[in-house]
């Protein structure tokens, strides 16, 4: 739970400072947006949570 809020947190930093830097459109973020909605409502979505995990787990080095 507390990796997908700090995976949560990140990514959206990340899309407010590309919209700020003007890199992204506001259609794009949208779109970017209904697609990670609509892939946590798919097959996939445990085969991406587990790579998340893997790679928190990679960066707190445990």
């Keep these: ?3 997908s809020v700090s995976a ?3 990514l959206s930093v990340v899309v407010i400072v590309l919209l700020r830097q003007r890199t992204v459109g506001i259609g794009s973020a949208l779109a970017c947006g209904a ?3 609509c892939l946590a409502s798919t097959g996939i979505a445990p ?3 587990t790579f998340l995990h893997a790679l928190a787990g990679l960066a707190s080095l445990n």
């Design 1 to 3: 739970m507390i990796v």
């Design 8 to 10: 949560t947190l990140l």
């Design 35 to 37: 697609l990670g909605f």
């Design 47 to 49: 085969a991406i949570e």
